[in-house]
């Protein structure tokens, strides 16, 4: 079940930059490395609900219902654009600044763990992961689909940290450059509008 292309195949799908690694990252630059991983906890828990909903079947309802899945994918992308406000923002949530964020580490995890609930395709996505995995027992399914899922979060919060503190180390190098700094803030605003668009242009097929 836990097999050796199982844990390359998550390594593969955790390891590519998404919304969810560019959080944890802004995070750990302008908040520091226990901020960091509240932020990698927050999107580890944001993929509960979409690992419930493909072994329960809601999956299938989502990818059934053009309405359901455009409901929430708009919704995704309204976030998006908001967290890419916030990094341009004099003062926003997600703006590096001299100075350290003082944001809450509940508030972080709330909003790292809403950028992956308010991504539908990521339901889907579990949905077409974890049955090739399977041993093919009808009566073991679902404890195995739990199993796999949770071994794909504990490698979400394991790498996720990793970039969330490598990100928090590299702070002191940047911090003290105005023009580094309003770079990396158009670049974070630019990456989480090229994801929202992308993620606008994403069917349900």
């Not at 050796?4 to 302008?30: C, D, E, R, S």
Request: proline fraction near 3%; aromatic fraction near 10%; charged fraction near 10%.
């Amino acid at each position: 079940m836990i097999s050796l292309q199982f844990l390359i195949t998550t390594l593969v799908v955790v390891l590519a930059p998404g919304t969810g690694v560019i959080y944890t990252l802004a995070i750990g630059l302008g908040q520091g490395p226990r901020n960091a991983i509240w932020a990698a906890a927050g999107c580890t828990l944001g993929i509960v609900p979409h690992l419930l909903a493909a072994i329960f079947g809601l999956a299938a309802i989502l990818h059934s219902s053009a309405v359901l899945f455009s409901l929430i994918k708009w919704v995704g992308v309204a976030y998006l654009l908001y967290l890419a406000y916030q990094a341009v923002k004099e003062g926003g949530t997600l703006s590096l600044r001299a100075e350290r964020n003082t944001s809450s580490g509940w508030a972080i995890g709330r909003r790292a763990a809403l950028i992956n609930i308010l991504n539908p395709k990521l339901s889907l996505f579990f949905l077409a992961l974890l049955p090739p995995f399977l041993s093919g027992a009808a009566e073991t399914a679902t404890l195995e689909m739990l199993t796999l899922g949770g071994v794909f979060m504990a490698a979400t919060f394991v790498i996720f940290v990793l970039y969330g503190l490598f990100a928090a180390q590299t702070r002191r190098l940047i911090m003290a450059n105005d023009r580094v700094l309003r770079w990396l803030n158009r670049s974070i605003a630019s990456v989480f509008a090229l994801l929202a668009g992308r993620l606008a242009l994403e069917q349900n097929t």
